[in-house]
């Protein structure tokens, strides 16, 4: 069971270099969402999706961008990558409805920004 | 908006014996879902505990624990029996609605928990 899948696992960017960063889920699960975590300040809300084609804004939308075209995929754009964007990336899903709260989590992407 | 502080930015504790994390959250809500994360060296994200706000009785699951005070809004995680494999970054989280049929989550700045052998 390949659960959720993130791509890639390790990045280095220039500051102002864009990239995508790929989510992938096989659960059907309908609640998708993009957090980052940094050293002391826990895991921060990017953005969030609950459904194909649906998406919304979370704790730290500034800089980034998503898009869920296919339900089983969420991706995550930086259009001009900055050193505050340095950070581990997690991606996860979850049921919609009562069984929500229990997030299934990617291995996250270690992203920095010089 | 909803806020999860976790006081402890790091705790210790022997082998075999038992440490409290805690946490305490800041709602209007009636209904909530309460949960304890860990995350291993690994990075992985790992469910450990889920408490419902409706329920008096305190979650279980083997040797984690929890103390849930609704009134004082606190949630804390007991950890029983410690063992090597516990040690991990601990994160409380509260599950907030955010409108028009759809929830997130909301996590603490987490707890370096060590486990001394």
């Known amino acids: 069971n390949a659960g959720v899948t993130q791509t890639p696992k390790f990045r280095v960017l220039k500051t102002g270099q864009s990239m995508t960063l790929l989510c992938a889920q096989d659960m059907n699960h309908e609640y998708m969402y993009w957090y980052r975590q940094d050293p002391g300040m826990g895991l921060r809300l990017i953005h969030y999706?609950?459904?194909?084609?649906?998406?919304a804004k979370g704790e730290v939308p500034d800089g980034y961008n998503v898009s869920r075209l296919k339900k089983q995929n969420f991706l995550l754009g930086l259009e001009s990558a900055a050193p505050s964007q340095t950070s581990v990336y997690f991606c996860a899903s979850s049921h919609f409805g009562p069984l929500f709260g229990k997030l299934f989590f990617g291995s996250g992407t270690q992203l920095s920004v010089l | 908006a909803q806020t999860v502080t976790q006081s402890q930015p790091e705790m210790s504790v022997q082998e075999a014996e038992t440490v409290t994390l805690s946490c305490t959250y800041d709602t209007s809500e009636s209904d909530y879902y309460l949960f304890w994360y860990k995350q291993p060296p690994s990075r992985q994200m790992i469910l450990v505990i889920r408490q419902e706000a409706y329920k008096q009785q305190n979650a279980t699951e083997n040797r984690f624990s929890v103390n849930f005070q609704k009134a004082a809004k606190s949630f804390s995680l007991k950890i029983s029996d410690s063992q090597l494999g516990d040690a991990a970054m601990y994160f409380c989280a509260y599950r907030s609605y955010s409108g028009a049929g759809s929830y997130q989550l909301t996590f603490g700045k987490g707890t370096k928990l060590s486990v001394i052998p």
């Open positions: 999706s609950v459904g194909e084609g649906t998406t």
